[in-house]
């Protein structure tokens, strides 16, 4: 099994910036990829980033690019996602995940969920 906690989430203004954290802790060896959605109120789950846990590799949705960046530190098997530019749109639970890949987790296609942390953005 794995744990996945998420933090970092709060209130930003249109146009800041927030850093979330996603911290793993159980059976790590097993996490190929990790990735972040984010569910608004009446939305569907949508797919964020994603991140391999070996090779760097990384995916963005297209309406991100640019402005967040997915890393990861495998010494605190960490993986942070740094938001730029925030619009309000962008208000919503941010989840952390872990699967097999990047293109998996990108599917959707994942083993592990955190619990989300809430990220607010007023304008």
């Known amino acids: 099994q794995v744990q996945l906690v998420e933090s970092g989430g709060g209130l930003v203004q249109a146009g800041g910036s927030l850093r979330l954290s996603c911290a793993a802790s159980?059976?790590?060896?097993?996490?190929?990829?990790m990735g972040w959605y984010r569910q608004a109120p009446g939305k569907e789950r949508e797919f964020v980033a994603a991140?391999?846990?070996?090779?760097?590799?990384?995916d963005y949705a297209d309406s991100v690019k640019g402005r967040f960046t997915i890393s990861r530190d495998n010494a605190k098997n960490t993986v942070y996602l740094e938001m730029n530019s925030l619009k309000p749109e962008e208000a919503a639970v941010y989840y952390c995940?872990?699967?097999?890949?990047?293109?998996?987790?990108?599917?959707?296609?994942?083993?592990?969920w955190g619990q989300g942390t809430q990220v607010t953005v007023s304008s």
């Open positions: 995940n872990a699967g097999d890949n990047v293109v998996a987790v990108s599917r959707q296609n994942v083993h592990y």
């Open positions: 159980g059976s790590i060896l097993s996490i190929n990829a």
């Open positions: 991140i391999d846990a070996r090779g760097g590799r990384t």
